[in-house]
Protein backbone atom coordinates (compact mmCIF):
# COMPACT_ATOMS: atom_id res chain seq x y z
CA UNK A 1 0.00 0.00 0.00
CA UNK A 2 1.46 3.30 -0.88
CA UNK A 3 -0.99 6.52 0.03
CA UNK A 4 -0.25 9.51 -2.69
CA UNK A 5 -1.95 11.98 -0.54
CA UNK A 6 -3.44 11.06 2.85
CA UNK A 7 -5.18 12.75 5.69
CA UNK A 8 -6.89 11.32 8.44
CA UNK A 9 -9.74 14.61 7.87
CA UNK A 10 -10.10 13.57 4.32
CA UNK A 11 -13.53 14.16 3.56
CA UNK A 12 -13.14 11.17 1.26
CA UNK A 13 -11.27 8.18 1.08
CA UNK A 14 -10.70 6.50 -2.54
CA UNK A 15 -8.92 2.67 -2.74
CA UNK A 16 -7.46 1.66 -6.14
CA UNK A 17 -6.81 -2.30 -5.79
CA UNK A 18 -3.94 -2.72 -7.89
CA UNK A 19 -4.02 -6.66 -7.49
CA UNK A 20 -7.73 -6.09 -9.35
CA UNK A 21 -6.56 -4.14 -12.12
CA UNK A 22 -4.00 -7.44 -12.22
CA UNK A 23 -6.09 -9.94 -12.41
CA UNK A 24 -8.63 -8.27 -14.89
CA UNK A 25 -5.17 -7.79 -16.80
CA UNK A 26 -5.28 -11.50 -16.44
CA UNK A 27 -8.36 -12.07 -17.38
CA UNK A 28 -8.30 -10.38 -20.66
CA UNK A 29 -5.20 -11.51 -21.78
CA UNK A 30 -6.58 -15.50 -21.03
CA UNK A 31 -9.21 -14.90 -23.67
CA UNK A 32 -6.69 -13.95 -25.95
CA UNK A 33 -4.44 -16.80 -26.83
CA UNK A 34 -1.55 -16.04 -29.13
CA UNK A 35 -3.09 -12.24 -29.18
CA UNK A 36 -0.54 -9.80 -27.26
CA UNK A 37 -2.86 -7.38 -24.75
CA UNK A 38 -1.69 -3.64 -24.01
CA UNK A 39 -2.96 -1.39 -21.87
CA UNK A 40 -4.72 1.84 -22.88
CA UNK A 41 -3.21 4.48 -19.47
CA UNK A 42 -4.72 7.96 -20.63
CA UNK A 43 -6.30 10.38 -18.93
CA UNK A 44 -4.46 9.13 -16.19
CA UNK A 45 -5.43 5.31 -16.22
CA UNK A 46 -9.02 6.46 -16.54
CA UNK A 47 -8.65 8.69 -13.54
CA UNK A 48 -7.21 6.21 -11.27
CA UNK A 49 -3.41 7.30 -11.53
CA UNK A 50 -1.09 6.14 -14.85
CA UNK A 51 2.25 6.22 -11.90
CA UNK A 52 0.60 3.44 -9.96
CA UNK A 53 -1.34 1.90 -12.47
CA UNK A 54 0.82 1.62 -15.22
CA UNK A 55 4.03 -0.16 -13.56
CA UNK A 56 1.34 -2.32 -11.99
CA UNK A 57 0.47 -3.72 -15.30
CA UNK A 58 4.21 -3.76 -16.59
CA UNK A 59 4.37 -5.85 -13.24
CA UNK A 60 2.18 -8.40 -15.00
CA UNK A 61 3.96 -8.46 -18.50
CA UNK A 62 2.52 -5.81 -20.08
CA UNK A 63 5.08 -4.25 -22.72
CA UNK A 64 2.66 -2.10 -24.88
CA UNK A 65 0.99 1.12 -23.47
CA UNK A 66 -1.27 3.77 -25.10
CA UNK A 67 -2.33 7.68 -23.93
CA UNK A 68 -3.92 10.32 -25.92
CA UNK A 69 -1.14 12.97 -25.85
CA UNK A 70 2.09 13.42 -25.90
CA UNK A 71 2.65 14.68 -22.43
CA UNK A 72 1.32 11.67 -20.81
CA UNK A 73 3.80 9.62 -22.40
CA UNK A 74 6.58 11.62 -21.97
CA UNK A 75 5.31 11.54 -17.88
CA UNK A 76 4.87 7.40 -18.16
CA UNK A 77 8.58 7.24 -20.16
CA UNK A 78 10.37 7.51 -16.59
CA UNK A 79 9.03 5.24 -14.71
CA UNK A 80 8.79 2.38 -17.44
CA UNK A 81 11.82 2.94 -20.10
CA UNK A 82 11.87 -0.31 -21.47
CA UNK A 83 7.88 -0.43 -22.69
CA UNK A 84 6.26 0.97 -25.86
CA UNK A 85 4.16 4.20 -25.55
CA UNK A 86 2.01 4.81 -28.27
CA UNK A 87 0.15 8.24 -28.62
CA UNK A 88 -3.17 7.69 -29.53
CA UNK A 89 -4.21 11.29 -30.40
CA UNK A 90 -1.74 11.84 -33.61
CA UNK A 91 1.74 13.70 -34.05
CA UNK A 92 0.58 17.17 -33.30
CA UNK A 93 2.25 20.04 -35.43
CA UNK A 94 6.26 19.89 -34.92
CA UNK A 95 6.14 17.48 -32.46
CA UNK A 96 8.97 14.75 -34.19
CA UNK A 97 11.52 16.08 -32.45
CA UNK A 98 10.02 15.48 -28.79
CA UNK A 99 8.54 11.84 -29.92
CA UNK A 100 12.12 10.04 -31.23
CA UNK A 101 14.65 11.12 -28.45
CA UNK A 102 11.67 9.52 -25.74
CA UNK A 103 10.82 6.45 -27.99
CA UNK A 104 7.51 7.74 -27.93
CA UNK A 105 5.50 5.64 -30.80
CA UNK A 106 2.55 8.18 -32.58
CA UNK A 107 -0.46 6.90 -34.28
CA UNK A 108 -0.56 8.53 -37.47
CA UNK A 109 -3.84 9.47 -38.24
CA UNK A 110 -3.59 11.54 -41.62
CA UNK A 111 -1.17 11.80 -44.35
CA UNK A 112 -0.12 14.98 -43.39
CA UNK A 113 1.30 13.59 -40.10
CA UNK A 114 2.59 10.40 -41.99
CA UNK A 115 4.34 12.91 -44.48
CA UNK A 116 5.80 14.62 -41.66
CA UNK A 117 6.99 11.74 -39.30
CA UNK A 118 8.52 10.26 -42.47
CA UNK A 119 10.59 13.17 -42.93
CA UNK A 120 11.48 12.82 -39.87
CA UNK A 121 12.69 9.62 -40.58
CA UNK A 122 14.72 10.55 -43.50
CA UNK A 123 16.76 13.53 -41.75
CA UNK A 124 17.76 10.65 -39.05
CA UNK A 125 18.68 8.34 -41.53
CA UNK A 126 16.54 5.48 -39.86
CA UNK A 127 13.04 4.49 -40.12
CA UNK A 128 11.37 5.71 -37.39
CA UNK A 129 8.62 3.55 -35.27
CA UNK A 130 4.63 4.45 -36.04
CA UNK A 131 1.04 3.08 -35.74
CA UNK A 132 -0.62 3.77 -38.59
CA UNK A 133 -5.13 4.74 -37.92
CA UNK A 134 -7.40 3.93 -40.46
CA UNK A 135 -11.04 5.08 -39.97
CA UNK A 136 -12.82 2.08 -40.28
CA UNK A 137 -16.62 3.68 -39.67
CA UNK A 138 -16.40 6.05 -36.90
CA UNK A 139 -15.24 9.06 -38.29
CA UNK A 140 -12.90 10.65 -35.58
CA UNK A 141 -9.18 10.13 -36.26
CA UNK A 142 -7.81 8.08 -39.25
CA UNK A 143 -7.26 7.64 -42.44
CA UNK A 144 -10.27 7.53 -44.65
CA UNK A 145 -11.26 6.37 -47.74
CA UNK A 146 -9.47 9.44 -50.00
CA UNK A 147 -6.64 9.48 -48.15
CA UNK A 148 -6.05 5.55 -48.39
CA UNK A 149 -5.86 5.69 -51.76
CA UNK A 150 -3.52 8.22 -52.08
CA UNK A 151 -0.94 5.94 -49.75
CA UNK A 152 -1.80 3.23 -52.21
CA UNK A 153 -0.83 4.63 -54.97
CA UNK A 154 2.05 6.32 -53.21
CA UNK A 155 3.58 3.68 -50.43
CA UNK A 156 6.86 5.13 -51.12
CA UNK A 157 5.51 8.11 -48.66
CA UNK A 158 5.65 5.14 -45.61
CA UNK A 159 9.70 5.31 -46.67
CA UNK A 160 11.49 6.19 -43.26
CA UNK A 161 8.61 4.68 -40.84
CA UNK A 162 8.87 1.82 -39.33
CA UNK A 163 4.86 0.63 -39.40
CA UNK A 164 4.79 -1.28 -36.07
CA UNK A 165 0.99 -1.43 -35.77
CA UNK A 166 -1.97 -0.97 -38.30
CA UNK A 167 -4.93 0.23 -36.26
CA UNK A 168 -8.50 1.11 -35.68
CA UNK A 169 -11.13 1.46 -33.10
CA UNK A 170 -14.66 -0.28 -32.37
CA UNK A 171 -17.57 2.39 -32.38
CA UNK A 172 -20.44 -0.34 -30.58
CA UNK A 173 -18.57 -3.09 -29.50
CA UNK A 174 -20.13 -3.11 -26.65
CA UNK A 175 -23.11 -4.43 -27.69
CA UNK A 176 -22.11 -7.55 -29.50
CA UNK A 177 -25.06 -7.77 -32.24
CA UNK A 178 -24.37 -4.65 -33.23
CA UNK A 179 -24.25 -4.54 -36.94
CA UNK A 180 -21.13 -2.29 -36.61
CA UNK A 181 -18.94 -4.44 -35.57
CA UNK A 182 -19.14 -6.99 -38.86
CA UNK A 183 -18.78 -3.74 -41.15
CA UNK A 184 -15.73 -2.24 -39.14
CA UNK A 185 -14.17 -5.48 -39.13
CA UNK A 186 -14.79 -5.26 -42.78
CA UNK A 187 -13.47 -2.01 -43.51
CA UNK A 188 -10.42 -3.01 -41.19
CA UNK A 189 -9.21 -6.00 -43.57
CA UNK A 190 -9.89 -4.31 -46.69
CA UNK A 191 -7.86 -0.96 -45.97
CA UNK A 192 -5.50 -3.68 -44.36
CA UNK A 193 -4.85 -5.19 -47.77
CA UNK A 194 -4.03 -2.01 -49.31
CA UNK A 195 -1.01 -0.85 -46.70
CA UNK A 196 2.29 -2.58 -46.15
CA UNK A 197 1.98 -5.64 -43.89
CA UNK A 198 1.97 -5.08 -40.15
CA UNK A 199 0.69 -5.75 -36.89
CA UNK A 200 -2.83 -4.70 -36.81
CA UNK A 201 -4.92 -3.54 -33.81
CA UNK A 202 -8.88 -3.32 -33.37
CA UNK A 203 -10.46 -4.45 -30.35
CA UNK A 204 -10.88 -2.48 -27.34
CA UNK A 205 -11.97 -3.83 -24.05
CA UNK A 206 -15.62 -4.86 -25.09
CA UNK A 207 -13.79 -6.21 -28.84
CA UNK A 208 -11.77 -8.69 -26.86
CA UNK A 209 -15.30 -10.18 -26.11
CA UNK A 210 -16.47 -10.57 -29.50
CA UNK A 211 -15.45 -12.88 -31.63
CA UNK A 212 -11.74 -14.47 -31.70
CA UNK A 213 -11.52 -12.39 -35.67
CA UNK A 214 -11.13 -8.78 -33.84
CA UNK A 215 -8.51 -10.14 -31.80
CA UNK A 216 -5.77 -9.68 -34.78
CA UNK A 217 -2.02 -9.26 -32.94
CA UNK A 218 -2.96 -6.33 -30.25
CA UNK A 219 -5.62 -5.87 -28.46
CA UNK A 220 -6.24 -2.25 -26.51
CA UNK A 221 -7.79 -2.89 -23.30
CA UNK A 222 -8.70 0.12 -20.49
CA UNK A 223 -11.93 0.30 -19.11
CA UNK A 224 -12.12 -3.60 -18.58
CA UNK A 225 -9.03 -3.31 -16.63
CA UNK A 226 -10.11 -0.70 -14.51
CA UNK A 227 -13.46 -2.68 -13.30
CA UNK A 228 -15.83 -1.22 -15.83
CA UNK A 229 -18.08 -4.47 -17.47
CA UNK A 230 -17.53 -5.01 -21.17
CA UNK A 231 -20.69 -6.42 -22.48
CA UNK A 232 -23.72 -4.62 -22.55
CA UNK A 233 -26.41 -5.99 -20.76
CA UNK A 234 -24.11 -8.71 -19.27
CA UNK A 235 -22.75 -10.03 -16.03
CA UNK A 236 -19.37 -8.10 -15.77
CA UNK A 237 -16.43 -11.28 -15.00
CA UNK A 238 -14.32 -8.03 -13.90
CA UNK A 239 -12.98 -7.93 -10.84
CA UNK A 240 -14.03 -4.08 -9.33
CA UNK A 241 -11.16 -1.71 -8.73
CA UNK A 242 -12.54 1.19 -7.04
CA UNK A 243 -13.88 1.79 -3.44
CA UNK A 244 -14.76 4.93 -2.66
CA UNK A 245 -16.50 6.26 1.22
CA UNK A 246 -17.70 9.32 1.69
CA UNK A 247 -17.22 11.04 5.34
CA UNK A 248 -20.50 12.20 6.90
CA UNK A 249 -19.78 15.10 8.25
CA UNK A 250 -23.09 15.70 9.71
CA UNK A 251 -26.53 14.12 10.90
CA UNK A 252 -29.71 16.33 11.29
CA UNK A 253 -33.10 15.58 12.25
CA UNK A 254 -35.32 17.39 10.14
CA UNK A 255 -38.80 17.76 10.58
CA UNK A 256 -41.63 16.85 8.18
CA UNK A 257 -41.97 19.53 4.99
CA UNK A 258 -38.68 20.47 5.01
CA UNK A 259 -36.92 21.81 2.11
CA UNK A 260 -33.02 19.66 1.65
CA UNK A 261 -30.38 21.33 -1.38
CA UNK A 262 -30.24 24.16 -3.70
CA UNK A 263 -33.32 24.30 -5.50
CA UNK A 264 -35.43 22.97 -2.78
CA UNK A 265 -35.87 19.99 -5.08
CA UNK A 266 -36.66 17.56 -1.86
CA UNK A 267 -39.27 17.88 0.42
CA UNK A 268 -39.35 15.45 3.95
CA UNK A 269 -42.60 13.83 3.95
CA UNK A 270 -42.19 12.85 7.25
CA UNK A 271 -39.21 13.19 10.16
CA UNK A 272 -35.86 12.24 8.79
CA UNK A 273 -32.29 11.98 9.56
CA UNK A 274 -30.45 13.32 6.88
CA UNK A 275 -26.60 12.39 6.45
CA UNK A 276 -24.36 15.01 4.66
CA UNK A 277 -21.57 13.37 2.91
CA UNK A 278 -18.09 15.65 2.57
CA UNK A 279 -18.11 14.58 -1.59
CA UNK A 280 -19.59 16.84 -4.23
CA UNK A 281 -19.25 18.06 -7.91
CA UNK A 282 -16.00 19.49 -7.61
CA UNK A 283 -14.87 15.88 -6.72
CA UNK A 284 -16.24 14.26 -9.83
CA UNK A 285 -19.57 13.03 -7.81
CA UNK A 286 -22.06 14.31 -10.65
CA UNK A 287 -24.35 16.62 -10.41
CA UNK A 288 -27.08 13.96 -12.30
CA UNK A 289 -27.13 12.15 -9.49
CA UNK A 290 -29.35 14.54 -7.87
CA UNK A 291 -32.57 12.79 -6.28
CA UNK A 292 -31.19 9.58 -8.58
CA UNK A 293 -28.17 7.93 -6.52
CA UNK A 294 -27.79 5.29 -4.17
CA UNK A 295 -24.84 5.10 -1.15
CA UNK A 296 -24.78 2.51 1.36
CA UNK A 297 -24.61 2.26 5.44
CA UNK A 298 -22.96 -0.40 5.57
CA UNK A 299 -25.52 -2.90 4.22
CA UNK A 300 -28.40 -0.35 3.81
CA UNK A 301 -28.69 1.67 1.16
CA UNK A 302 -29.50 4.96 1.21
CA UNK A 303 -31.09 7.31 -1.69
CA UNK A 304 -29.25 10.60 -2.46
CA UNK A 305 -31.51 13.40 -1.90
CA UNK A 306 -31.48 17.08 -3.01
CA UNK A 307 -29.51 17.94 -5.67
CA UNK A 308 -25.41 17.38 -5.43
CA UNK A 309 -23.50 20.32 -4.10
CA UNK A 310 -19.61 21.57 -5.33
CA UNK A 311 -17.94 19.79 -1.83
CA UNK A 312 -21.19 18.24 -0.31
CA UNK A 313 -24.22 15.82 -1.05
CA UNK A 314 -26.93 14.73 1.16
CA UNK A 315 -28.86 11.36 1.87
CA UNK A 316 -31.83 10.04 3.77
CA UNK A 317 -30.42 7.67 6.27
CA UNK A 318 -33.53 7.29 8.41
CA UNK A 319 -33.86 3.47 8.36
CA UNK A 320 -30.06 3.60 8.74
CA UNK A 321 -29.17 4.35 12.56
CA UNK A 322 -25.44 3.37 11.80
CA UNK A 323 -24.75 6.23 9.75
CA UNK A 324 -23.18 8.77 12.34
CA UNK A 325 -21.11 11.99 12.68
CA UNK A 326 -17.60 10.89 11.16
CA UNK A 327 -18.20 7.83 9.61
CA UNK A 328 -18.47 7.16 6.08
CA UNK A 329 -20.92 5.93 3.19
CA UNK A 330 -20.02 4.09 0.54
CA UNK A 331 -20.41 5.70 -2.74
CA UNK A 332 -18.29 3.01 -4.73
CA UNK A 333 -17.67 -0.11 -4.01
CA UNK A 334 -19.05 -3.68 -4.45
CA UNK A 335 -22.37 -3.38 -3.48
CA UNK A 336 -22.54 0.07 -5.84
CA UNK A 337 -20.15 -0.92 -8.72
CA UNK A 338 -19.00 1.80 -10.93
CA UNK A 339 -21.44 0.96 -13.79
CA UNK A 340 -24.33 1.05 -11.44
CA UNK A 341 -23.26 4.46 -9.98
CA UNK A 342 -23.09 5.45 -14.25
CA UNK A 343 -26.66 4.08 -14.91
CA UNK A 344 -27.67 6.57 -12.07
CA UNK A 345 -26.27 9.26 -13.05
CA UNK A 346 -27.51 9.31 -16.92
CA UNK A 347 -23.75 8.34 -17.96
CA UNK A 348 -20.94 5.97 -18.71
CA UNK A 349 -18.72 4.32 -15.81
CA UNK A 350 -16.07 5.69 -18.44
CA UNK A 351 -17.01 8.88 -17.34
CA UNK A 352 -17.24 8.29 -13.59
CA UNK A 353 -13.98 7.40 -13.59
CA UNK A 354 -12.09 10.20 -15.27
CA UNK A 355 -13.91 12.64 -13.39
CA UNK A 356 -12.12 11.52 -9.89
CA UNK A 357 -11.09 14.34 -8.20
CA UNK A 358 -7.93 14.91 -6.46
CA UNK A 359 -9.11 15.87 -3.10
CA UNK A 360 -9.99 12.01 -2.01
CA UNK A 361 -7.45 10.84 0.51
CA UNK A 362 -6.05 8.35 -2.12
CA UNK A 363 -4.38 4.32 -1.19
CA UNK A 364 -2.99 1.78 -3.46
CA UNK A 365 -3.99 -1.50 -2.52
CA UNK A 366 -4.07 -4.75 -3.61
CA UNK A 367 -7.21 -7.08 -2.57
CA UNK A 368 -5.44 -8.76 0.62
CA UNK A 369 -5.11 -5.49 1.57
CA UNK A 370 -8.38 -4.21 0.82
CA UNK A 371 -9.62 -6.60 2.89
CA UNK A 372 -7.87 -5.43 6.13
CA UNK A 373 -8.45 -1.29 5.24
CA UNK A 374 -12.49 -1.19 5.33
CA UNK A 375 -13.18 -3.79 7.88
C1 LIG B 1 -8.25 4.19 -29.89
C2 LIG B 1 -8.63 3.59 -28.59
N1 LIG B 1 -8.26 2.32 -28.34
C3 LIG B 1 -8.58 1.73 -27.17
C4 LIG B 1 -9.32 2.38 -26.20
C5 LIG B 1 -9.72 1.67 -24.94
O1 LIG B 1 -11.09 1.46 -24.94
P1 LIG B 1 -11.83 0.77 -23.71
O2 LIG B 1 -11.61 1.67 -22.56
O3 LIG B 1 -13.26 0.74 -24.13
O4 LIG B 1 -11.23 -0.56 -23.53
C6 LIG B 1 -9.74 3.69 -26.44
C7 LIG B 1 -10.53 4.39 -25.42
O5 LIG B 1 -11.28 5.27 -25.63
C8 LIG B 1 -9.38 4.32 -27.66
O6 LIG B 1 -9.75 5.56 -27.93
Request: one cysteine or more.
Given at each position: MSTITGAPYAGATLTVDLGAIRTNYRLLRSRLGATACAAVVKADAYGLGAAAVAPALAAEGCRTFFVAHLDEALALRPLLPEVEIFVL???????EPECAPHQVTPVLNSLAQVDAWAALGRRLGRAVPAALQV??????LGLGEAELDKLAAS??????????LVMSHL????????PMNREQLRRFGAARARLPKAPASLANSSGIFL??????DLARPGAALY??????GAASPMRPVVRLKGRIVQVREVAAGAAVGYGASWRTTGPRRIATVAVGYADG???????RGTAFAGDAPVPLVGIVSMDTATF??????????GGFLE???????VDALAAEAGTIGYEILTAIGDRYARTYADAAQIERLTA
Amino acid sequence: MSTITGAPYAGATLTVDLGAIRTNYRLLRSRLGATACAAVVKADAYGLGAAAVAPALAAEGCRTFFVAHLDEALALRPLLPEVEIFVLNGLAAGAEPECAPHQVTPVLNSLAQVDAWAALGRRLGRAVPAALQVDSGMSRLGLGEAELDKLAASPERLDGIQLRLVMSHLACAERQDHPMNREQLRRFGAARARLPKAPASLANSSGIFLDPDFHFDLARPGAALYGLAPVAGAASPMRPVVRLKGRIVQVREVAAGAAVGYGASWRTTGPRRIATVAVGYADGYLRSLGNRGTAFAGDAPVPLVGIVSMDTATFDVTDAPQAVEGGFLELIGPKNPVDALAAEAGTIGYEILTAIGDRYARTYADAAQIERLTA
